[in-house]
């Protein structure tokens, strides 16, 4: 299967990770990439598709279109003149509302911020970010020399919250750095702690049992389907106050946080890669061609 996808361009992080997976699946002489500024070089140019090499197909050669939100319906209509079979709207915005026109055109449209309870129609469906199989090297939990870190922009009140009260804590990380900086200190980590952005979704959630640190999260309001499963997986707090309380404890037993940490890189790498972010459009497009 030839597909294409149409993408404002990077960074737009649930496309972007879908594109990486479909690239990894099938090949990149079964991926056609249009993106509004798809340049190697550029500063706004995610991390996730550098080395795949330039695109060889034609929209024309394609069989199913991946578009964006950001994309205007416009010129995905323009795209599906020239593409066969179904259009998967990829909604990887912020906010739990919908675009109309987008669902209008979709055959499938997948949503990251779909919240708990929500009641749509079957085409309608959650979809959140995975893991880019990036390198990391990763130390062995026993050579974990950083108890505890957390790195993320304010972009919700939370976040502010949780790193002052990670940096008050004895040995932890807290505050900004640069994305490979940040995977060089968290590969290093016992506990990654993770909270919402401006969506429920964020990739510290994802990237941190990646990195083989174990995932302390705040619960997330949204579904993902297959999740960690809790105190097996991942560990999880509703408020900074018992984020604080898991950490201690986790702390004084750094067992637990090996045994979590290695159960969390395990289900990450049998559920939560790009490739099976994929592999569920894959699946939706074969689907809307029987």
């Known amino acids: 299967m030839k597909i294409a996808i149409a993408s404002g361009g990077s ?17 990149r002489n079964h991926v ?18 550098a080395g795949f090499g ?6 024309e050669d394609c069989g199913a279109l991946v578009a964006s939100t950001r994309v205007p319906v416009a010129t ?18 912020d906010w739990p509302d919908l675009s109309p026109e987008h669902l209008t055109i979709a055959s499938v449209y997948f949503k990251r911020e779909y919240l708990r309870g929500s009641s749509h ?20 939990f026993q050579n974990r020399d950083v108890p505890l870190i957390f790195s993320a922009g304010d972009s919700a009140g939370i976040r502010s919250a949780v790193r002052a009260r990670v940096e008050a804590m004895s040995g932890a990380i807290g505050g900004g750095m640069s994305h490979d900086t940040y995977m060089g ?21 994802w ?11 705040q619960r997330l309001d949204i579904v993902i389907e297959d999740d960690f499963v809790e105190g097996q997986e991942a560990l999880f707090f509703d408020d900074v106050g018992q984020m604080e309380m898991i950490a201690r404890s986790l702390l004084a037993e750094t067992w637990r946080c090996a045994d979590i940490g290695t159960r969390g890189l ?18 939706a497009i074969e689907r809307t061609r029987v």
Request: charged share 25%.
């Open 207 to 217: 990237e941190t049992p990646w990195a083989g640190a174990m995932l302390l999260s």
């Open 76 to 93: 995905i209509r323009d795209f599906k003149k020239r593409v066969g079979g179904p259009v998967i709207v990829l909604d990887g915005e």
């Open 266 to 283: 395990h289900a990450v790498e049998e559920r939560h890669l790009s490739t099976h972010r994929a592999a569920r459009v894959i699946d």
């Open 32 to 49: 056609h990439l249009e993106y509004n500024r798809w340049d190697p070089a550029h500063s706004c140019y995610s991390q996730l598709m």
């Open 11 to 27: 960074p737009d992080y649930l496309i972007d990770i879908v594109a990486d997976g479909l690239i990894r699946l099938t090949g």
């Open 185 to 205: 200190w968290l590969a290093r980590s016992k506990i990654g702690v993770s909270a919402r952005g401006a969506g429920w979704d964020t990739y510290r959630y």
């Open 121 to 140: 129609p079957a085409k309608i469906r959650p979809l959140a970010f995975g893991v880019i199989p990036e390198k990391v090297e990763r130390h062995t």
């Open 54 to 59: 330039p695109d060889r197909l034609r929209t």
